[in-house]
């Protein structure tokens, strides 16, 4: 704590003494006790169970993290400390929060505070919506997460601008359904206006600050659209919408934020969303929130000042404390992610690298087994075509030497039995010769 000693001296301020500090701490008190009090005047009005702001940290007993418990998340929407991702900037994917409790009011006004914004230079989408429907729950479908035949309204942040409808594109659209309408039908009734409400992350002056409001007001059957692209506080008018619905329609009404990807993609996040009965307190409540500064200036130099400069300096240390440890806490997990996606690649690489292996082995046996096979064909056939030209050819020399025999034997008569053992004995030389040539064969295997 400061010291009194200290804390009571009066510097630069012309001697002021006791009755200065004393009317420093009642204008302190009496600023305090007016901001409380406008705060709480303004509250009393506010919709707790249809609005929600960071920081979020409840939890539900599987450990995810929860807006309220007056809100259902749905699809592939993930809450952080700070925001709301209703989708990634991945391919095909839908999110969406969702009220679990009606209404019950006919008057109303909601802010929605939200960020588009992705890696895309020239192409992204699709967008998100708000709705105001008489749907207890969310259901999935294609108009930017949802379903295209429900009673109420949406009011479309379309980023994706279709060339075949071109003409008809708004960024901001108002879209009604009765529950009997198509799609087309109710793009044939478009309300809307443009506005520069998406944010290209790889841009120099892109940061978490960049973020878009919509402010949206029913009475009756009334409806008002306003847009702050830049979130500057400066709201322009973009639709005025006469509903086709009861005066009291909208009690028994559900609020719900939806988007969508498809074949381009964004992140689509959803800050906050503030729902008030009463609009004058609505925007007094804005207004008291934009001009309250964070820390509150005061006169001369107190006890009290000091105490609420050190309170204030706790928080922030504390803070820091917190995101240091919170940043230590989240490196270490990915490091970690790093690690098993790493151990992962290389137990790939080594199933792919046996598997290789095999492969090869299976080409060099089969080429190997094909060669082997073709050659013993070959052979086959070879040695088949040798014997059938031997054997024809020693048909004819037989042949031909009989033939001889035939006619030396029967013209020289006594001369017979000479040249006929002669022949026997060529006959017999030959078949030896036939035979060792065959062994040969056998032993040289060749052809």
Excluded at 133 to 155: C, I, K, N, P
Excluded at 235 to 263: R, Y
């Amino acid at each position: 704590a400061a010291s009194p000693t200290f804390a009571h001296r009066n510097i630069g301020h012309g001697g002021r003494g006791r009755g200065g500090r004393e009317l420093t701490m009642f204008r302190v008190v009496a600023a305090t006790a007016a901001f409380l009090l406008a705060l709480a005047s303004t509250s009393a009005d506010k919709l707790e169970q249809h609005s929600f702001e960071p920081p979020y940290t409840d939890v539900d007993p599987s450990g995810n993290r929860l807006l309220s418990k007056d809100w259902k998340n749905g699809g592939v929407a993930s809450v952080s400390q700070s925001f709301v991702r209703l989708t990634p900037d991945r391919q095909s994917k839908k999110g969406a929060v969702w009220s679990r409790k009606s209404l019950g009011t006919d008057t109303f006004s909601t802010i929605l505070k939200f960020r588009i914004s992705g890696q895309g230079k020239k192409f992204f989408g699709d967008g998100m919506a708000l709705w105001v429907m008489q749907q207890a729950y969310f259901v999935e479908g294609d108009l930017h997460g949802s379903v295209e035949r429900f009673t109420g309204f949406g009011v479309i942040f379309d980023t994706f601008k279709n060339t075949e409808s071109l003409s008809q594109h708004r960024d901001v659209s108002v879209i009604v359904n009765d529950g009997e309408s198509s799609t087309e039908l109710m793009m044939d009734k478009l309300e809307g206006c443009d506005a520069s409400i998406r944010y290209h992350e790889d841009r120099a002056d892109f940061s978490v600050e960049s973020m878009s409001r919509a402010k949206v007001i029913v009475t009756g059957k009334r409806l008002v659209v306003q847009i702050d692209g830049k979130n500057d506080g400066q709201f322009k008018d973009c639709a005025v919408v006469d509903l086709p619905f009861a005066m009291d329609w909208a009690k028994s009404a559900h609020i719900g934020v939806t988007a969508s990807t498809g074949q381009l993609a964004d992140n689509h996040d959803v800050i906050s969303l503030t729902t008030f009965s009463d609009l004058v307190k609505h925007e007094q409540s804005e207004a008291l929130v934009l001009s309250t500064p964070s820390f509150e200036k005061g006169d001369g130099i107190s006890q009290e000042r000091f105490e609420r400069i050190e309170d204030t300096m706790s928080k922030i240390l504390d803070k820091l404390e917190y995101l240091e440890h919170h940043t230590e806490h989240e490196l270490m997990a990915v490091e970690d992610h790093i690690k098993v996606s790493t151990s992962k690649l290389q137990a790939q690489e080594a199933i792919s690298e046996g598997r290789i292996d095999e492969l090869e082995t299976k080409v060099v046996s089969n080429i190997n087994g094909g060669i082997e096979k073709r050659l013993k064909q070959l052979e086959n056939s070879l040695d088949e075509g040798l014997v059938h030209r031997i054997t024809s050819v020693e048909k004819v020399l037989n042949g031909k030497i009989s033939e001889s025999v035939v006619a030396v034997t029967s013209g020289m008569g006594g001369w017979k039995l000479p040249f006929f053992f002669l022949f026997i004995m060529f006959i017999a030389s030959a078949v030896g010769l036939y035979m060792w040539y065959q062994q040969m064969k056998r032993k040289s295997h060749l052809p």
